[in-house]
Every structure is written in C-alpha cells, then in structure tokens.
Nanobody
C-alpha cells in the first residue's frame, strides 16, 4: 500500500529552524508534483510550497525567503527547510503528492498524516 510518511515536526522558538521530510512508502511508477500544506486551528488548509518533477518551485508569499522545498528524486522524498520561524507558522503540516502507480495509469493524490509544528514566541 502506498503511503506518504512524514517526519521532522516539533516545538521550536521563534527565529529557529526545522526540517520536515516526507517519503513515499511503497512501489510507484513516478512521483509528480510534491509539496507541503498547513492547517492552523480554525483555518483552512493552505499551500506552503510545492515542487514539480522538473524542479519548478512555488511558495506561499508568507514563507518566501524563509522556507526552502527540495526533493530527492531517487528516494521519492520531499523536504521542507523552515528557517526564521514565526509563531504564525504554527500549524499541522501535511505532505501532498501526485503519484502515478503504474506506467499506464493516471496520477492519484496522496496526503501524509500530518506533523505538528509549534513556534513559541
């Protein structure tokens, strides 16, 4: 069974850094776009950053210059390096990926289980 397995959340002081990782578990044909979303209490889930198979990146305005998304294509893993963290970055962070399971098949959306990031002031 294909899953996205996340790690790296935690508690950090404002100005600190965290690195999130998300790995595809199980056999797939190709990982297409991968990215990170976040959801704070009482808020809608929002895109934080994404990266395509061609390494094109997209960031939310609120994290530009502070967060960096990257991928290990050989390991089907996506990372989110978060620097200069602020209390308003506190949220549950979810990994998202479009995965093609078979060479003849379509892509399906997958979500990770979520990892809590808490930034104290």
């Amino acid at each position: 069974q294909v899953q996205l397995v996340e790690s790296g959340g935690g508690l950090v002081q404002a100005g600190g850094s965290l690195r999130l990782s998300c790995a595809v578990s199980g056999s797939i044909f190709r990982a297409n776009e991968m990215g990170w979303y976040r959801q704070a209490p009482g808020e809608q889930r929002e895109l934080v950053a994404s990266i395509t198979a061609a390494a094109d990146t997209n960031y939310a305005d609120s994290v530009k210059g502070r967060f960096t998304i990257s991928r290990d294509y050989s390991e089907n893993t996506v990372f989110l390096q978060m620097d200069s963290l602020r209390p308003e970055d506190t949220a549950v962070y979810y990994c998202h990926a479009g995965l093609t399971l078979r060479s003849w098949g379509r892509a399906y959306e997958y979500w990770g289980q979520g990892t809590q990031v808490t930034v104290s002031s």
